[in-house]
């Protein structure tokens, strides 16, 4: 897959170096639009905190100082240590929840047969559509009365019982393009359906693990309204909570605390976006994933 | 992809391990333990420098109670008590309002106080009027941290650049509006105007009612005005607003309650209606130097005023170290070495004992609030009855339809039409 | 699981002798199920008994803290004659929805379409684009917006150079809500990239044939593009409209959770979650939920409906 192949003749023609050149000013300047305010979010939590005030559009600081990272990071009577350590273990532990279930699931769909399978796959599908807060209550009141309010387990075990169907129909679709053959024949040689899957299907399909993986742990990361329902106690904070605590206790004089602190928050994802961009892109490419 | 498949294989692993061992005790559920405290309140960075003050000085003569705190603001802090309350895990320490008293405490979330009193609590001296006011249907739920009542804050030197005099103790309300409208004529501060826009305090809206005989709430739980009134109230804040004797609605609409968001303090007015209690953190926050009067009044009308508990300490119902949080209770308000710390922040202490304990401490802003509360007190009406359930949700209300009116989304008369209908519609939901 | 299955297999087994006809069934279906098993008890215990509890819900008063109390229809009638704030966030919503949704797609595709063109840079150009869709719904984003547009931010900042005295954007009601329009339209990202792979299915000659007949790139545009491109387009108007329905976190951030100034931020969730968890109205937010669930039904319906006016498949 080259570029090349989709050049479009008919209007390159015309001024191919011009229209070359003017597209990529725009492009630039769009590039510019988009990124400038996480450069000014950046600028401002290197400020001193006096100099953010006073209507400064400008990127540079009169001077750079870290100041607003360590008093931001303990701003809160729990350290945003804490909130990262906190964050990142549910995540993770989400994240192999995701994984683990929707893929169990999406070899049932994909590679097995039984009956009810079209009648179950369509309900799976169903779910798809069904916005969460239709659950949402009746789901509170169980988690209640089984005392894991202010606990993480709402935000996890779902994820183990594969509750977020998008995961396994990004699975399903994957699972699907494995020649059939390679089970056919490792079925010949009576290999099981759990060695089949194990053996054969989770090597092949590390691409799909890989992108729901991803997915599973950003979304997590930067769910809000999960914890905000469920969490109540400092100590339990994510850091999206935590950022939220961060605004009601901060005066206008520690904005740059609360931009320190509200970037720090971003740079898993933007590590991850670093790293993965290209299993990110092609995620969303091919499933016409959300975000 | 080679990378990736041994990225996922070890992270997979490890998360697996790490699956293993935590799941089984996370979550704070278990670390409940009777010398536990979690404590939460409302209020501004300078309350929690000094709630948390004191807490460590109660750590360390209690060390085996460990306490955990957070402040928010105002509308923060019931959306998110009301969140805890219906999860079963309410703090143990609960920051109450007279408003949402009897709400709480009739819905079993709080508990009486009275078990400990004598014992852990030791605030007989606090007087009667101070204990009634923190109790429901005869029990006390509370302890009272302080005695409040509603003040103008005003920045006089602004007031005295303007070639005017700022509003005094028998300023009455026809007199304040003028003045307002005399401020922008000698004004030279291009982005400040005279006073707030005090149409969607409820405590303002309260005493200008009581001035004409009228209340927020009858005994009954009713409301205690009509569309008129309201309409009458929100009349008086439209002309100020086009005289540009108060700030415009989009400067007001940052007020969330807190001192940081008040447009005395970010330099946009020069006056401002609060509680008497936020006085020393609205001085803090602000170079210049403030005063403090009672609101407006009205010639030949009755007292406004009233003096109020400022807040509870309250124990949730639900707390298994209700003993060790009714400790702390006591030492916060009762104990000189931690109602010290907590200062007049909250109110001035209804104990005379602490009163006396802590004057040589008090800064020249507190040496101010507990001179107004001896000056305002001849002016002060009777406490009118506790607010009705639903009084949150009104008070919520009176802000959104002081805003409608603000923007000139609804004229003054349709405001209080929609005030009255929309309040009774609260109230008798509720 | 291994262990699971061949436990089943012999127990199975064990019961040849008893029924061939069951041993028959389990044989074929009892692999599957297994595997299955895992969404089925989440089906079954988190999405469609809650879903049916909700339902339940939606026709009593729930406090949470007592039983609930049937109330017939009481709930739906209150939201349809009787609750001015689920007026006004039916129509912050839907006023969210209408402009969000269009202006974000139509600039998704334009950036897709300059990209698209086979042009030097365009893993870097498509990363930047990228990235404020990836990072779009984190509270620290909300928190950046809420700062951009407040009265001393930064675009009044830059207002003020060209001699512009901004309004406090956030805090008018006026305006709030274009400021979380343009924070949606700001994350085009993942439906550009979308289009992108939309745009390579169309078979490059279609242009060269289109160009020796002499069209001009505008009816290039409306003759092969568009028509090949409809499904694409159509799969992310669904898609981005029901994300849009569903919008919550900046919202709550910007308006601190009230959904002001004057309810010009209420999007429904936000109202639903105030019902909910501010004023324990658990019967009317499920009431509420539901009317959510009809409104993204009846517009998913009506786009399918819709289709075979405007969306070209291939045959």
């Not at chain 2, 003028?178 to 006073?195: D, E, H, Q, V, Y």
């Not at chain 2, 009228?214 to 008129?228: E, I, N, R, V």
Request: aromatic share 14%; glycine share 8%.
């Amino acid at each position: 897959m080259t570029d090349a192949v989709h050049e479009v003749p008919g209007r390159a023609s015309t001024h191919p170096r011009l229209t070359g050149t003017v597209r990529h000013v725009l492009l630039i300047a769009i590039s510019f639009v988009m990124i400038y305010p996480i450069l000014w979010m950046l600028s401002g939590s290197l400020r001193p905190a006096d100099e953010l005030f006073g209507g400064d559009a400008g990127l540079m600081p009169s001077q750079v100082t870290l100041q607003a990272y360590s008093d931001g990071w303990f701003g809160l009577q729990v350290t945003f240590g804490r909130f990262f350590a906190n964050s990142l273990i549910i995540a993770v532990l989400a994240t192999v929840g995701n994984v683990l279930a929707a893929s169990l699931v999406a070899f049932a769909f994909a590679r097995l047969k039984f009956s009810g399978q079209k009648f179950w796959f369509a309900l799976m599908l169903g779910t798809l559509m069904l916005p969460y807060h239709v659950t949402l209550i009746p789901q509170y009141v169980m988690f209640r009365s089984l005392g894991w309010v202010n606990t993480w387990w709402p935000l996890i075990l779902p994820k183990y019982f594969a509750v977020d169907a998008f995961f396994i129909f990004l699975m399903v679709q994957f699972f699907r393009g494995i020649p059939r053959e390679l089970d056919d024949a490792a079925r010949m040689d009576g290999c099981s359906p759990w060695r089949i899957y194990r053996k054969i299907i989770l090597p092949l399909s590390m691409p799909v693990l890989a992108t729901a993986a991803i997915f599973s742990f950003i979304w997590t990361w930067e769910d809000f309204f999960g914890p905000l329902i469920y969490i109540s106690e400092m100590s339990q904070y994510t850091v999206q909570l935590g950022l939220r605590s961060f605004i009601d206790s901060s005066g206008t004089s520690s904005w740059n605390e609360l931009f320190a602190m509200s970037l720090l928050s971003l740079v898993p994802i933007f590590l991850i976006f670093l790293f993965f961009q290209r299993l990110l892109i092609e995620g969303i490419a091919t499933t016409g994933m959300k975000r | 992809m080679n990378t990736t498949l041994i990225g996922r294989r070890r992270l997979l692993g490890a998360g697996l391990a790490a699956a293993s061992l935590p799941l089984f005790d996370f979550g704070p559920a278990m670390a409940q333990q009777p010398n536990s405290i979690r404590m939460m309140w409302w209020g501004g960075d300078e309350r929690a420098r000094r709630t948390n003050g004191a807490i460590a000085l109660f750590k360390e003569a209690n060390p085996e109670v460990t306490i955990e705190s957070e402040s928010m603001g105002w509308d923060d802090y019931w959306a998110r008590l009301a969140t805890q309350v219906a999860g079963g895990n309410a703090p143990d320490f609960i920051q109450m309002d007279y408003r949402y008293m009897v709400e709480y405490a009739r819905r079993g979330a709080i508990r009486p106080l009275d078990e400990y009193l004598g014992k852990e609590l030791q605030i007989a001296d606090f007087g009667q009027v101070n204990l009634d006011s923190c109790s429901v249907d005869g029990k006390l739920y509370g302890g009272n941290v302080g005695i409040n009542a509603f003040a103008v804050f005003s920045d006089s030197a602004a007031w005295e650049e303007a070639g005017l005099e700022a509003p005094s103790y028998d300023t009455t309300w026809d007199e304040f509006s003028a003045k307002c409208a005399a401020f922008t004529a000698g004004n030279t501060r291009t982005r400040m105007r005279a006073t707030a826009d005090g149409s969607g305090q409820e405590g303002l809206f309260e005493v200008w009612l009581r001035t004409q005989g009228k209340a927020l709430f009858h005994p009954d739980g009713t409301l205690g005005y009509d569309a008129a009134d309201a309409g009458r109230w929100f009349a008086y804040w439209a002309d100020l607003r086009k005289s540009k004797g108060c700030v415009a609605a989009d400067v007001q609409a940052l007020y969330k309650n807190s001192p940081e968001t008040s447009p005395l303090v970010v330099g946009r007015a020069a006056t401002d209606f609060v509680w008497s209690n936020g006085f020393e953190s609205y001085q803090k926050l602000v170079a210049a130097e403030l005063s403090l009067v009672g609101a407006p009044v009205l010639e030949g009308g009755e007292p406004g005023q009233y003096l109020k508990p400022s807040q509870m300490f309250s124990i949730s119902e639900t707390s298994e170290s209700p003993v060790q949080t009714a400790r702390l209770i006591n030492f916060l308000i009762n104990e000189p070495a931690g109602a010290k710390i907590l200062g007049l922040d909250r109110g001035v202490p209804a104990s005379p004992k602490i009163r006396e304990a802590i004057k040589p401490d008090l800064s020249e802003a507190g040496r101010k609030v507990v001179d107004f509360i001896s000056k305002v007190t001849p002016q002060v009406g009777p406490l009118p009855p506790s607010p009705p359930q639903g009084a949150g949700e009104v008070n919520a209300l009176l802000i959104r339809i002081s805003q409608e009116v603000g923007f000139d989304v609804s004229t003054p008369e349709q405001g209080g039409v929609n005030l009255v209908d929309e309040a009774a519609a609260i109230l008798r939901r509720t | 699981m291994a262990a699971h299955n061949t436990v089943a297999t012999s127990n199975a087994r064990k019961q040849v002798a008893a029924g061939g006809w069951l041993w028959g069934a389990v044989r074929r279906n009892g692999a599957g199920y297994l595997f299955l098993a895992p969404w089925l008890i989440g089906f079954f215990c988190l999405t469609l008994g809650p879903a049916l509890v909700s339902l339940y819900l939606s026709f009593t008063n729930y406090d949470l803290l007592t039983t609930p109390e049937f109330v017939g229809m009481q709930n739906y009638v209150r939201m349809a004659t009787a609750d001015p704030k689920f007026i006004a966030s039916i129509r912050v919503t839907l006023l969210y929805v209408a402009l969000s949704v269009p202006l974000k797609l139509a600039f998704a595709l334009a950036v897709a379409m300059v990209l698209n063109r086979g042009m030097r840079g365009l893993p870097f150009y498509r990363a930047i684009f990228y990235l404020p869709s990836l990072l779009g719904t984190s509270v620290a984003i909300a928190v950046l917006w809420r700062q951009l547009f407040a009265a001393d931010g930064m675009v009044n900042s830059l207002l003020a150079q060209f001699g512009v005295e901004g309004p406090s954007w956030i805090s008018n009601p006026n305006y709030s809500l274009y400021t979380l329009v343009v924070l949606s339209v700001w994350q085009f990202g993942s439906p550009m990239i979308i289009f992108l792979a939309g745009l390579r299915q169309i078979p490059v000659d279609m242009y060269e044939a289109a160009s020796l007949d002499g069209a001009s790139p505008a009816r290039q545009f409306f003759r092969i593009t568009l028509p090949l491109l409809s499904p694409v387009i159509f799969f992310n108007v669904v898609i981005q409209t029901i994300e849009a329905f569903k919008a919550f976190t900046p919202a709550f951030i910007i308006s601190g959770g009230s959904g002001g100034p004057i309810n010009s931020t209420l999007f429904y969730t936000l109202y639903l979650y105030q019902e909910a968890f501010s004023y324990f109205r658990m019967g009317y937010a499920s009431a509420l939920a539901w009317v959510l669930v009809v409104l993204i039904a009846v517009f998913t319906a009506f786009s399918f409906l819709t289709t075979k006016y405007w969306v070209h498949y291939d045959d």
